[in-house]
């Protein structure tokens, strides 16, 4: 079966760098748009990036130039790269399927703890 499995999460400073990773399994990754998406604690959530298989991104303008996407389909696996952190970028962060490449969301990891505090 579908299976999304962020990692990578922890606590950071302000202005520090974490590297998340969403491994996938049961379908073929490359076939799909994958996304990143957070929930702030009680917040709704907020789609960040997504990226195509051929590898067209999209970055939400909260966080580009900060947060970066990749996909390695060798490794059936997505990446975030956050930089300059902030205290606001607490949240949960999700890897999700695009079932069609128009953001609907159809798998969704368990989700990864991103803390910013000093």
């Known amino acids: 079966q579908v299976q999304l499995v962020e990692s990578g999460g922890g606590l950071v400073q302000p202005g520090g760098s974490l590297s998340l990773s969403c491994a996938a399994s049961?379908?073929?990754?490359?076939?799909?748009?994958m996304a990143w998406v957070r929930q702030a604690p009680g917040k709704g959530l907020e789609w960040l990036s997504d990226?195509?298989?051929?590898?067209?991104?999209n970055t939400a303008d909260s966080v580009k130039g900060r947060f970066t996407i990749s996909r390695d389909n060798a490794k059936n696996t997505l990446y975030l790269q956050m930089n300059s952190l902030k205290p606001e970028d607490t949240a949960l962060y999700y890897c999700?399927?695009?079932?069609?490449?128009?953001?609907?969301?159809?798998?969704w990891g368990q989700g990864t703890q991103v803390t910013v505090s000093s």
């Open positions: 049961g379908f073929t990754f490359n076939s799909h748009y």
């Open positions: 999700a399927r695009d079932m069609t490449g128009w953001g609907i969301y159809d798998y």
């Open positions: 990226m195509a298989n051929g590898g067209k991104t």
